[in-house]
T-cell receptor, first 112, second 112 residues
């Protein structure tokens, strides 16, 4: 069975500081991994995805994530936070089949 | 422009009413999904479809029903709304490849 754990339901950073959102997964087969972002009153939007090519994946808006099989992690980072990054972020895992399992989400606050 | 649409965006309705939440996509995707999302919680899959005339129940038990008569259209119906149905409902679609999903903006349902 697959599962996703996002560490920290809320993360607060200052503008210009490093953003680190943590995600650990469990999967019995090589997974596909995703990060989505949700702005208020909107649906989810794909930030980036890992599909077994390069372990360091670059996404939109300056975000990137690194797949670490030994740690079963897929943490999301951005070197310098911007006010517009304030949103909810969801990590997700797919077993290459039909279903995708989503984490509970991490709300990112960016302080001026 | 390829997109996924949901209507209505907001709905407030009384107990016992029948409602239909609409979802349409213009990307030609075979796979479509309905998720239920409550604040601070992961997305819960309530229905999915592999294609026309194919529908399945998801992991979260739901009293709603769905239909897939056309590729682009995947409506969700509640025969008799109850306050426990109050939630946000997200529709998504997916084409081939690693199951990357495209989400609509959501319908926020409130049942009084």
């Amino acid at each position: 069975a697959q599962s996703v754990t996002q560490l920290g339901s809320h993360v607060s950073v200052s503008e210009g500081a490093l953003v680190l959102l943590r995600c650990n997964y469990s999967s019995s087969v090589p997974p596909y991994l995703f990060w989505y972002v949700q702005y208020p009153n909107q649906g989810l939007q794909l930030l980036l995805k890992y599909t077994s090519a390069a372990t360091l994946v670059k996404g939109i808006n300056g975000f990137e994530a690194e797949f670490k099989k030994s740690e079963t992690s897929f943490h999301l980072t951005k070197p310098s936070a911007h006010m517009s990054d304030a949103a909810e972020y969801f990590c997700a895992v797919s077993d290459r089949g039909f279903k995708t399992i989503f984490g509970a989400g991490t709300r990112l606050f960016v302080k001026a | 422009e390829a997109d996924i649409y949901q209507t209505p965006r907001y709905l407030v309705i009384g107990t016992g009413k029948k409602i239909t939440l609409e979802c349409s996509q213009t990307m030609g995707h075979d796979k479509m999904y309905w998720y239920q999302q409550d604040p601070g919680m992961e997305l819960h899959l309530i229905h999915y479809s592999y294609g026309v005339n194919s529908t399945e129940k998801g992991d979260l038990s739901s009293e709603s029903t769905v239909s897939r008569i056309r590729t682009e259209h995947f409506p969700l119906t509640l025969e008799s709304a109850r306050p426990s149905h109050t939630s946000q409902y997200l529709c998504a679609s997916s084409g081939g490849g690693p199951n990357e999903q495209f989400f609509g903006p959501g319908t926020r349902l409130t049942v009084l």
